[in-house]
């Protein structure tokens, strides 16, 4: 986990998200600047790149990321770990669909 403070490690986990959506529409010839993480992950899924449950996920994380960011002071080291986990899982889904 992020060692500055868990709101880093959810926003982190996060990015590794974005990240892996916006290099694979890269990839596909897309230019995906300025594009937010939901927008990437309906592309991806318009594209045939990720699954209908994949997208969901990931739309899912960003909600969860922007309430953790409003209420920071009340995400704790258990929370991040929480959303880690679950980014953890929707990454290796990422992954898992992008790959096919």
Known sequence: MERSSP????????????AELRGA???QGLDVRGVDTPTLANLAFEKG?????????????GVMRMLAQLSDQLVDEAHAMEFITIADATL???????SK
Request: net charge negative; glycine share 2%; hydrophobic share 50%.
């Open 7 to 18: 709101i880093a490690a959810v926003l982190a986990s996060h990015s590794a998200i974005d």
């Open 49 to 61: 790149m990720i699954t209908a449950h994949t997208r969901d996920a990931v739309e899912g994380l």
């Open 92 to 98: 290796y889904a990422l992954r898992h669909d992008i």
């Open 25 to 27: 529409l890269s990839q």
